[in-house]
């Protein structure tokens, strides 16, 4: 049974970073590619990035170049999304998801983690 | 950068009718097309891969069709359960992108 667990959320003032991790099990994971997945309160789904399954190829919206950083270790099954520089307006419940090979859609989703940006 | 446009914003029908919403997107070349259904407080399901492909456990009243820059997620008999929004997105190759639609929300009455 696929399980994707996030977790590093909380409350931080804006300018400070986190890292979120994303906790996978059921499925091998080093065989699938990897996203995020963020949504601002009463907001639609916004992508951020995404990773390849051997960690080699990473690639990001715009809005996030250069402030978010996805990696991931296979060896523990784990996802990661530093994110550093917060602004209020990052403040989401983060999502990680699996990506069905070939990129037809995201099949599998972690339950969310909820950063709040606030001073 | 590719946009999706999702229409209607909201739509609202009684049990056993039909929904259909749409999904527009500003250009093509895309891998795939996906539907996803979300409730309150939930994360969000897939229900439909590559346009037309129903996931893993999803009834057969959904169906979604499309090619190209047109896409479309049929309802065929509302259930009350169908309460949700639903969102298209669309993955491209090169660069490797993904880009959701803006969302529509299904009111059962």
């Known amino acids: 049974q696929v399980h994707l667990v996030e977790s590093g959320g909380g409350v931080v003032q804006p300018g400070r970073s986190l890292r979120l991790s994303c906790a996978a099990s059921?499925?091998?994971?080093?065989?699938?590619?990897m996203t995020w997945v963020r949504q601002a309160p009463g907001k639609g789904l916004e992508w951020l990035a995404l990773v390849s399954y051997d960690g080699t190829n990473e690639h990001y919206a715009d809005s996030v170049k250069g402030r978010f950083t996805l990696s991931r270790d296979n060896s523990k099954n784990t996802l990661y999304l530093q994110v550093n520089s917060l602004r209020v307006e990052d403040t989401a419940v983060y999502y990680c998801a699996r990506e069905l090979t070939g990129g037809l859609g995201l099949d599998y989703w972690g339950q969310g983690t909820l950063v709040t940006v606030s001073s | 950068e590719i946009v999706l446009t999702q229409s209607p914003a909201t739509l609202s029908l009684s049990p056993g009718q039909r929904a259909t919403l749409s999904c527009r997107a500003t250009q093509s070349g895309s891998i795939s097309l996906a539907w996803f259904q979300q409730k309150p407080g939930q994360a969000p399901r897939l229900l439909i891969y590559?346009?037309?492909n129903r996931a893993t456990g999803i009834p057969a009243r959904f169906s979604g069709r499309g090619s190209g820059t047109d896409f479309a997620l049929t309802i065929s008999s509302l259930e009350p359960e169908d309460s949700a929004v639903y969102y298209c997105q669309l993955r491209t190759n090169w660069p490797p992108r993904i880009t959701f639609g803006g969302g529509t929300k299904v009111e059962i009455k």
């Open positions: 590559d346009a037309s």
């Open positions: 059921g499925f091998t994971f080093g065989s699938y590619t």
